[in-house]
């Protein structure tokens, strides 16, 4: 695979780790419509940030298009075949939130494509970890259902992918957008083997995401929902990771870390109601790589979906891509003091499945 460096740190050299970044201009031709607020700016804005950071050991990684069977890992073949219809139509609405453009379709298949080829170069071996800056996001995505902005559910098809393809077996998803992500949550439902984990406001759109929901059947103990109040931030999401989070993917213990990275938990974010700040994004990125690193070899990969403030994504990605380098320039994790109660409902959902304190 033909992977280019994207940039080098100047200066003091330190044994950052390698980490892969796939974005490209084409994942702005996405056109939900004016106002809208997944918009192709959103690259534009992570594109120039991404111009000025620097740090060693990063690399670019071209994006691929998905084939129709990779999706059909997650996506039923009516649901592919409804999207693909799309393909030259000027507008088309699968619900009020999820407008398409003439070229949304191939836009969809680079992203789900782009995170495949970032788990893929994961697993050569050519980088330890990456983030794959692509749109349209994909959480919402039901296997046959486009909503919330979402077409494709991109991070369930790279887990179905990393299970058949390489023989992973138990797959971590860790989803700290703040909406709940049902599309990647019904598709491992009854599945024991992937653990999903998210983080929200609740309640919030789209109205799932309670403690209480915690998968069926054999999967039962393996959705683990951490619902937030509106109001909450870094003091709140740093004690769900220490004290709930982690500790239950470390006895999962995950072949696999993947994460649905939406910013839309920052305090400036238009469209929800935390306070999560850069730091708070740099936290939990820490621990996520302590975590990838104890229990996968060090096997990471982050793929956008939420944040919708233009200068909140350029400013907590950096902080997130300096924890996948290894080499933390921001203070050490402080003590949380989150309201009391808070994490109380998560915990004793999960009780019956975990040792949780």
Known sequence: MDVAFFSAALGVIVAAMRTALVIDDRFQ????????????ARIRAILDALAQYQRSGLVRLDPRPATVDELALVHAPSHIAHVAATAGRPRYAFDADTPTSARSFDTALLAAGGYLALVEAIMAGEVENGF???????????????????????????????????????????????????????????????????????????????????????GAGRTLNVPFPAGCGDDEYIAAFTDVIVPIAAQFRPEFVLVSAGFDAHRRDPLAAMTVTDEGFRAMARLLVRLAEQHADGRLAAILEGGYDLRALQTAIPAVLDEFGGVPTGAALASPQPRPGVLDATRAAQRPFWDVH
């Open 132 to 218: 794959a800056f692509v749109r349209p996001p994909g959480h919402h995505a039901e296997p046959d259902r486009a909503m919330g902005f979402c077409l494709f559910n991109n991070v369930a098809i790279a887990a179905r992918h990393l299970q058949q393809r390489f023989g992973i077996r138990r797959v971590l998803i860790v989803d700290w957008d703040v909406h709940h992500g049902n599309g990647t949550q019904d598709a491992f439902f009854a599945d024991p083997d992937v653990l999903y984990v998210s983080t929200h406001q609740y309640p919030f759109y789209p109205g799932t995401g309670a403690a209480t929901e915690v998968g069926a059947g054999a």
């Open 29 to 40: 031709a996405h056109d939900p419509g004016p106002g809208h607020p997944e918009s192709p």
